[in-house]
Antibody, heavy 118, light 107 residues
Framework: QVQLVESGGGLVKPGGSLRLSCAAS????????MSWIRQTPGKGLEWISY????????KYAASLKGRFTISRDNSKNSLYLQMDSLRPEDTAVYYC???????????WGQGTLVTVSS | EIFLTQSPGTLSLSPGERATLSCRAS??????LAWYQQKPGQAPRLLIY???GRATGIPDRFSGSGSETHFTLTISRLEPEDFAVYYC?????????FGQGTRLEIK
């Protein structure tokens, strides 16, 4: 069955960086667009970014203002999210997700908590 | 950006009753609408896609309907495990957006 396992979350100071990883298994990873979605108690579920199956095309939420970068390595069945210039309001649970534009999110990882605090 | 408004915010019902959850969009986006169920400490789970398609393994007491800007999730007869938070989401245009959720609680 589909498995998505995130890693790389943790505590980081404002202005710092963090790289999240997601290991995918149980499906043809290179055939699917993938997304990152985050969840906070205050703002609920927020889509962050998606990437095409080949990695050629990416799209981001405007609110990120260019601070985050999505990427993938199909040879490793892995998805990444590089997060720079982190702010306290980026504190959230970050989910790796299978699906994006024109495709529902049919699989979610368990989530990884990112806390931005001094 | 398409805004999704879910109502009610909280719905209090008893097991065996029928639940009707609403999701209204600020503009039309086709039928690329999904419903998710989330329980505490868990990731969301896909219930309904393309407004009315039932995801794999989802019981037939869950059904979706609607089009254009008004969509509905109906749970025909509530089971104890159905009490959770439900989100709608549109995936027809970027940015993908979610509703704020409806909490379904036991009365």
């Amino acid at each position: 069955q589909v498995q998505l396992v995130e890693s790389g979350g943790g505590l980081v100071k404002p202005g710092g960086s963090l790289r999240l990883s997601c290991a995918a298994s149980g499906f043809a990873f290179s055939d699917h667009y993938m997304s990152w979605i985050r969840q906070t108690p205050g703002k609920g579920l927020e889509w962050i970014s998606y990437i095409s199956n080949s990695g050629t095309y990416t799209k981001y939420a405007a609110s990120l203002k260019g601070r985050f970068t999505i990427s993938r390595d199909n040879s490793k069945n892995s998805l990444y999210l590089q997060m720079d210039s982190l702010r306290p309001e980026d504190t959230a649970v970050y989910y790796c997700a299978k699906g994006s534009i024109a495709a529902p999110i049919d699989s979610w990882g368990q989530g990884t908590l990112v806390t931005v605090s001094s | 950006e398409i805004f999704l408004t879910q109502s009610p915010g909280t719905l209090s019902l008893s097991p065996g009753e029928r639940a009707t959850l609403s999701c209204r969009a600020s503009q039309s986006f086709g039928n690329y609408l999904a419903w998710y169920q989330q329980k505490p400490g868990q990731a969301p789970r896909l219930l309904i896609y393309d407004a009315s398609g039932r995801a794999t393994g989802i019981p037939d007491r869950f059904s979706g309907s609607g089009s254009e800007t008004h969509f509905t999730l109906t749970i025909s007869r509530l089971e104890p495990e159905d009490f959770a938070v439900y989100y709608c989401q549109q995936y027809g245009t970027s940015p993908l957006t979610f509703g704020q959720g409806t909490r379904l609680e036991i009365k």
